[in-house]
């Protein structure tokens, strides 16, 4: 199952859409209440894919580079690392139980494509 949460299957990419790196850990998901999942957040060029474990199945949520306004990092002694997604005052996604490397190698490629597109985003406007 680990190998299946770091990939997103069945998903149409974009034309010149590239699959980043991926942290795998004890997802948190926000939407009207708190649920807690084994899943997984895999970054794109062009947006961010949440994977959550439920019953052996993978289920996959697109989250636009739009809807994020805010990225924390938490460090808790007992716990490790703790990533926070948030869209303005609203806390959508933590994930905790992931190695500092891979952190490290993922808010690198998201914060590098976030950057790109509001830029782009910019331009256009």
């Known amino acids: 199952m680990y190998n299946k949460l770091k990939h997103i299957e ?14 795998v850990g004890s997802v948190e998901y926000f939407n009207g209440e708190k649920n807690t999942y084994h899943g997984s957040l895999v970054a794109t060029t062009h ?4 994977n959550l474990e439920d019953h052996d199945l993978v289920c ?3 989250i636009s580079f ?3 306004t805010r990225v924390t ?3 808790l002694l007992l716990v490790g ?5 948030w869209k303005d005052d609203q806390l959508l996604i933590s994930i905790k139980s992931i190695s500092e490397g891979k952190l490290d190698k993922f808010l690198e490629f ?12 910019e331009a256009f406007a």
């Open 60 to 62: 996959i949520e697109e």
């Open 47 to 50: 947006r961010l894919f949440m």
């Open 73 to 75: 990092v938490e460090e």
């Open 10 to 23: 069945g998903v149409n990419l974009l034309p010149k859409e590239v699959v980043g790196p991926a942290l």
């Open 66 to 68: 739009d809807n994020i």
């Open 81 to 85: 690392h703790i990533l926070h997604i």
């Open 110 to 121: 998201f914060y590098k494509y976030k950057a790109q597109h509001i830029t782009e985003k």
